[in-house]
């Protein structure tokens, strides 16, 4: 029975939610992955989710919005690194907002076990 109390196993996290959103230069009559630069910009976030500078991102349904987690110092280094994305750079997208987000709950990883062939 829950009784009001959490008890914190490990110390809590700040990670940083940001809001991106499509700029002057996105083409509305095109997917985002025909999008003009697409591979390069597929690149550049490809290798900052295996750096863990992002956590998790993608495209917010219904809104002209992507919505990323990123781990990082601060918004100067948030707002310094996605001036790099070549999205950014074209006008393809622009950041709407960044805030930081303590993670209060998380859930344990879970192994996968494949069998054996």
Known sequence: MFNGVFTY??????????TRTRGPAWDAS??????EQWPEHATFMNQF???EFVVL???LGGTDDFLLV???????EINATLARDPWTQ????????IRPWTILLEAKQRSVTRAAS
């Open 49 to 51: 989710a295996a750096d």
């Open 9 to 18: 196993k490990h110390s809590m996290k700040q990670l940083f939610v940001v």
């Open 30 to 35: 095109k997917p985002m992955n025909a999008q």
């Open 57 to 59: 991102g993608g495209p």
């Open 70 to 76: 990123i781990d990082a110092g601060d918004a100067d």
């Open 90 to 97: 074209s006008g393809m997208l622009e950041i709407k907002d």
